[in-house]
């Protein structure tokens, strides 16, 4: 089964919970109705981002900081300081924030999640540790270092005297002021981070990877060659080991990669189930339909079905301030209809529309959008009962509906096979014009019935001669943006 994986921002919901009940709600005590509603969805993940222990060095940082400022002003006009917990990529133990419940809450969370066959995701912050973490003043040979002040660095009292420790980054952006940068170059480095995940992957059923790709060594060499260390390069790629290690010992834990520059591949060989399809995502906002279509063909199958596809999460804008609604119901079932993990982020399905910075532990109230909330649940409700998402599902390549006519490039078209002999039909037309093509089937015993077709998402309603199907393919008509799922099944 692919995974329908659900993102929620853990302190805000938390404290929208405890504001409805009038009482403090920690992950010990989650409604029942939450579950209930996830469960009901189809929901077989979900992340709770962002319930790490933070601290207050990262914190200062988070309130100091101008452009933060600006964007809680706007977001959450009035906020106070104590609205602002610091980022939960600033991380000062992988402990579980007592306010939010601690590793006792952390657990009868995931109990509770267990009992209706939902599985928890957890936050692997690779790349660095925040200002706070123990290990600054207690290990400071596991981090990137610089022989003096610099830009990007930062002084550091130890128990070795003082230091100069860089704080973490990637190659194309300046410094993050609340982290410290973990030195890959290090043998030790990597054993102590190896456990950390170990300790990690012991209380949940699979981590989503910060900035994943910045671990491989060439991007680390280049990101870190102002600053050599003292050591000689390690060998080998720290994920291979590591991802090895963690499903040895907790066989069928999944692995989800932030990952971007064309690197989803060679993560993907490294041992990650699935890693962020950006591209597509592009394509979806810029409305590139046959930039689309062409990626998608073209990319190997097994590929495709290791990507996790999405339509917003919290690095980017509310997709419903970017699309509109026709546009963002076929995105959406372009997205949900694919091979490979579908990613849905808390607050898409009513139609969101602040973008939260995650250094904020309260957001504003939006009401929902009764058309998105509406749309949302009659996809996931009829997805759920379909055979999308259950066994192979695969792409297929439209044939030209007649000559001089290229609106078959626009379309996406994903066959997944039922109940035999049935199967469905995932298709869009991501174009703003009415389109056009013939879908190819390739189904056994396809010429040796009559079959009956229903769109499962609309009221239409066919019969076709399987040897026209067998020959030809399945004709289609649709207007812009239009998105269909139809079910196929022997009329005779």
């Given at each position: 089964?692919?995974?329908?994986?659900?993102?929620?921002?853990?302190?805000?919901?938390?404290?929208?919970?405890?504001?409805?009940?009038?009482?403090?709600?920690?992950?010990?005590?989650?409604?029942?109705?939450?579950?209930?509603?996830?469960?009901?969805?189809?929901?077989?993940?979900?992340?709770?981002?962002?319930?790490?222990?933070?601290?207050?060095?990262?914190?200062?940082?988070?309130?100091?900081?101008?452009?933060?400022?600006?964007?809680?002003?706007?977001?959450?006009?009035?906020?106070?300081?104590?609205?602002?917990?610091?980022?939960?990529?600033?991380?000062?133990?992988?402990?579980?924030?007592?306010?939010?419940?601690?590793?006792?809450?952390?657990?009868?969370?995931?109990?509770?999640?267990?009992?209706?066959?939902?599985?928890?995701?957890?936050?692997?912050?690779?790349?660095?540790?925040?200002?706070?973490?123990?290990?600054?003043?207690?290990?400071?040979?596991?981090?990137?270092?610089?022989?003096?002040?610099?830009?990007?660095?930062?002084?550091?009292?130890?128990?070795?005297?003082?230091?100069?420790?860089?704080?973490?980054?990637?190659?194309?952006?300046?410094?993050?002021?609340?982290?410290?940068?973990?030195?890959?170059?290090?043998?030790?480095t990597r054993a102590a981070m190896q456990d950390l995940l170990l300790s990690v992957a012991a209380r949940c059923d699979g981590v989503r990877c910060d900035m994943a790709m910045l671990l491989l060594n060439e991007v680390f060499a280049r990101t870190w060659q102002h600053l050599p260390s003292s050591k000689s390069p390690v060998s080998g790629e720290f994920?291979?080991?590591?991802?090895?290690?963690?499903?040895?010992?907790?066989?069928?834990?999944?692995?989800?990669?932030?990952?971007?520059?064309?690197?989803?591949?060679?993560?993907?060989s490294l041992g990650f189930d699935y890693t962020y399809d950006k591209h597509l995502y592009d394509d979806l906002m810029w409305s590139r339909s046959v930039a689309a279509q062409s990626r998608l063909l073209g990319l190997r199958p097994e590929f495709v079905a290791a990507c996790a596809h999405f339509l917003e999460n919290h690095d980017e804008p509310r997709?419903?301030?970017?699309?509109?609604?026709?546009?963002?119901?076929?995105?959406?079932?372009?997205?949900?209809?694919?091979?490979?993990?579908?990613?849905?982020?808390?607050?898409?399905?009513?139609?969101?529309?602040?973008?939260?910075?995650?250094?904020?532990?309260?957001?504003?109230?939006?009401?929902?959008?009764?058309?998105?909330?509406?749309?949302?649940?009659?996809?996931?409700?009829?997805?759920?009962?379909?055979?999308?998402?259950?066994?192979?599902?695969?792409?297929?390549?439209?044939?030209?509906?007649?000559?001089?006519?290229?609106?078959?490039?626009?379309?996406?078209?994903?066959?997944?096979?039922?109940?035999?002999?049935?199967?469905?039909?995932?298709?869009?037309?991501?174009?703003?014009?009415?389109?056009?093509?013939?879908?190819?089937?390739?189904?056994?015993?396809?010429?040796?019935?009559?079959?009956?077709?229903?769109?499962?998402?609309?009221?239409?309603?066919?019969?076709?001669?399987?040897?026209?199907?067998?020959?030809?393919?399945?004709?289609?008509?649709?207007?812009?943006?239009?998105?269909?799922?139809?079910?196929?099944?022997?009329?005779?």
């Amino acid at each position: 089964m692919h995974p329908l994986l659900y993102e929620i921002n853990t302190r805000c919901w938390l404290a929208e919970l405890s504001q409805a009940a009038g009482r403090a709600i920690t992950l010990a005590d989650i409604p029942a109705a939450e579950f209930a509603n996830w469960q009901r969805l189809g929901f077989t993940h979900i992340w709770l981002m962002g319930v790490w222990t933070t601290g207050p060095r990262s914190r200062a940082e988070a309130l100091k900081s101008a452009d933060l400022r600006r964007g809680y002003d706007e977001i959450l006009p009035g906020w106070k300081e104590k609205d602002v917990a610091g980022s939960p990529y600033s991380i000062a133990a992988y402990e579980v924030a007592r306010e939010l419940g601690g590793e006792a809450g952390l657990a009868q969370f995931r109990a509770d999640l267990f009992r209706r066959g939902i599985k928890l995701l957890l936050d692997f912050v690779p790349n660095h540790l925040g200002l706070d973490h123990p290990w600054l003043s207690e290990k400071p040979e596991l981090f990137v270092q610089s022989a003096g002040p610099q830009d990007g660095v930062f002084a550091q009292q130890t128990k070795s005297g003082p230091r100069w420790i860089a704080n973490g980054k990637d190659p194309y952006f300046p410094a993050w002021t609340d982290v410290a940068q973990l030195d890959y170059r290090r043998v030790d480095t990597r054993a102590a981070m190896q456990d950390l995940l170990l300790s990690v992957a012991a209380r949940c059923d699979g981590v989503r990877c910060d900035m994943a790709m910045l671990l491989l060594n060439e991007v680390f060499a280049r990101t870190w060659q102002h600053l050599p260390s003292s050591k000689s390069p390690v060998s080998g790629e720290f994920w291979d080991v590591a991802i090895r290690a963690v499903k040895q010992a907790h066989p069928g834990f999944l692995f989800l990669a932030e990952v971007y520059w064309d690197l989803e591949a060679g993560m993907q060989s490294l041992g990650f189930d699935y890693t962020y399809d950006k591209h597509l995502y592009d394509d979806l906002m810029w409305s590139r339909s046959v930039a689309a279509q062409s990626r998608l063909l073209g990319l190997r199958p097994e590929f495709v079905a290791a990507c996790a596809h999405f339509l917003e999460n919290h690095d980017e804008p509310r997709v419903a301030t970017r699309l509109d609604f026709e546009v963002h119901r076929s995105a959406a079932l372009v997205m949900l209809g694919l091979p490979g993990m579908r990613f849905l982020h808390e607050g898409q399905l009513t139609g969101a529309r602040f973008k939260i910075p995650v250094q904020l532990a309260r957001r504003p109230i939006e009401p929902p959008q009764p058309d998105l909330v509406k749309m949302y649940e009659h996809l996931l409700a009829t997805l759920k009962a379909s055979a999308v998402g259950q066994g192979e599902g695969r792409l297929l390549g439209p044939r030209q509906a007649w000559p001089n006519n290229p609106s078959g490039q626009d379309f996406i078209l994903v066959f997944w096979p039922a109940q035999l002999p049935a199967f469905e039909l995932v298709v869009v037309n991501l174009a703003p014009h009415r389109s056009q093509c013939y879908a190819p089937l390739s189904v056994d015993g396809l010429a040796e019935h009559h079959w009956s077709i229903r769109d499962l998402l609309g009221a239409e309603r066919y019969t076709r001669v399987g040897s026209d199907l067998a020959q030809q393919g399945f004709y289609l008509d649709l207007p812009p943006r239009g998105a269909q799922l139809f079910r196929f099944e022997p009329a005779s």
